[in-house]
């Protein structure tokens, strides 16, 4: 966990005092189940509301009896036309909150509560995560981390506010050429299809040798 948060540059992303604060609000909680990135969720829709959609998102998945943590920073709270104190209160009668300053970036909280969690816990946000991976500090490290972003990351694929969301769910396996010996399974991607980072091909080419 120690190589994942830390990155060497902890600090230009946050406090001494504010991380400390959070490690201690983690600590009083129990493990949570999803962890989500309201800034970024509630960002995802553009016609929506910004906390309405966030409430959408957290309502959904709050009827599952999941233990939720959003993480959001402090202007979330101000009343604003995108902004609805009453919605953010729905927010945190469903959810944990952590809000942060608004100067701090989130991806480090996100990766710290989620790690803490234990492996079961999931992450959602639509952020690559390429500034993070750009500081850990080597190739394995770098290599893991992609590796279990793969199978942490949840994103919400589509959207229709007030009525259904779907999220892009990680895979149980690894996406990795697999051999039995005699036969090999290989994934691969048709007519070069653009995806995220955190998703991975869903075709896979089956050989086997031939006696």
């Known amino acids: ?62 009827k599952q009896k999941l233990q939720l943590l959003v993480l959001g920073r402090k202007h979330m709270l101000k009343q604003r036309s995108r902004w609805r104190r009453d919605e953010m209160e729905k927010v945190k009668k469903q959810a944990s909150c952590f809000f942060a300053d608004d100067i701090s970036q989130d991806d480090l909280f996100l990766l710290y509560a989620t790690l803490n969690s234990g492996n079961h816990c999931k992450f959602i946000t639509n952020d690559l995560m390429r500034d993070h991976k750009a500081c850990l500090f080597d190739a394995k490290t770098k290599h893991l981390f992609f590796k279990w972003q793969q199978g942490h990351q949840l994103a919400i694929r589509s959207v229709f506010p007030g009525s259904h969301i779907t999220f892009h769910h990680s895979l149980h396996y690894d996406t990795v050429v697999q051999t039995t010996g005699d036969s090999w399974h290989i994934p691969y991607d048709e007519d070069l299809v653009e995806r995220y980072s955190y998703e991975v091909p869903t075709k896979w080419l089956c050989l086997q040798r031939k006696a």
């Open 1 to 62: 966990m120690k190589d994942v948060i830390d990155g060497g540059d902890q600090y230009r992303k946050t406090t001494p005092q504010e991380l400390k604060r959070f490690e201690n609000f983690v600590k009083s909680h129990p493990p949570f189940d999803i962890v989500i990135d309201g800034l970024n969720v509630a960002k995802m829709f553009s016609k929506a509301r910004e906390s309405q959609f966030l409430l959408d998102v957290v309502s959904l998945l709050a």
